[in-house]
């Protein structure tokens, strides 16, 4: 390791260097909404937030979920989207608020939302492909799908000149693997660092293991179809050019029979992107700006 990415190593590991967690996105963690105490309480912590209720109604308005009836409340929100939709969507805002980045530089905010959005999207389409006894539940695999690559956020946010030079060497090095070249910049890896930031918050254990384990070449002994639902819709995204080479190595036919998905479940949920992606910018304009 040399001695620039070992001093930008220290810097991003070091106790205070990672922002903490919201106190909304704790109580959202916190809540249980399998009860009725539960539901109610997450309603009055999302409509106490301008900025997050404000983007779930936009969400609600937007075309990929609007049925013609303008959304005017985060209970109309609530009613067109579901409950589970609109905690994950509210979560992951939360989460990310703390991550204040700086204007200018070659990072794209609405980037990161379009991709992190697509996959998110992609993979409950790829759930409801699963074999019912197989399917993982609606709330941690959008949540899942949207904090996949939160690492790259905190490497933003922690070291924003090192990572404009790390886009910069992932256009004139496109052979090289993703993992290794941050570890030549940074010195750590954006699933090892996404990893300890969504610890430090205390994200459910399954979200934590695909956000380290989404670029591996093993699958982990824990959550694996999850894991290979989120590479297995970041393989698939059209019109996604979010960073170039990042995509996590391509699931086998093996793994694909492992989730119970054939070519033809692949090939549809290919098409709904393709038909959504307009919806999803328009989404990712909203959450970026």
């Known amino acids: 390791m040399n001695s620039t990415n070992s001093y930008l190593r220290e810097k991003i590991l070091k106790t205070g260097a990672l922002p903490t967690v919201s106190a909304i996105a704790q109580k959202i963690l916190s809540l249980d909404l399998d009860s009725d105490e539960g539901e109610l309480e997450f309603l009055r912590v999302v409509e106490t937030d301008p900025l997050i209720s404000a983007r779930v109604i936009g969400l609600a308005n937007s075309a990929l979920y609007s049925s013609g009836k303008k959304m005017c409340s ?3 929100a609530i009613m067109r989207l579901g409950i ?10 939360a989460l990310l608020e703390p991550l204040t980045l700086r204007s200018g530089g070659l990072f794209s905010l609405k980037k990161f939302w379009f991709h992190s959005f697509s996959v998110a999207i992609g993979m409950k389409a790829l759930n409801m492909k699963l074999p019912r006894e197989s399917r993982i539940a609606d709330d941690l695999v959008f949540l899942a799908g949207l904090m996949h690559d939160i690492g790259h956020l905190a490497m933003v946010y922690l070291a924003p000149t090192e990572f404009d030079k790390y886009l910069s060497e992932l256009e004139i090095k496109p052979d ?40 591996g070449r093993t699958l982990p002994e824990q959550h694996a179809n999850l894991v290979l639902l989120v590479r297995l819709s970041d393989s698939i995204q059209a019109g996604d050019d979010y960073l170039v080479k990042a995509m996590p190595p391509e699931i086998t036919a093996e793994e694909l029979m492992q989730l ?13 992107l393709h038909g959504q992606m307009e919806q999803i910018e328009m989404i990712s304009d909203l959450l970026g700006s």
């Open 84 to 93: 589970s939709k609109v905690k994950s969507v509210a979560l992951g805002f």
């Open 260 to 272: 119970g998905l054939t070519q033809s479940d692949l090939d549809e949920v290919v098409e709904t």
């Open 74 to 76: 985060v209970r109309d």
């Open 176 to 215: 090289t693997p993703i993992l290794k070249l941050e570890l030549d910049v940074f010195g750590i890896s954006h699933t090892e660092l996404g990893n300890m930031l969504g610890s430090s918050w205390h994200l459910p254990e399954e979200v934590l293991t695909v956000i380290a384990e989404h670029h």
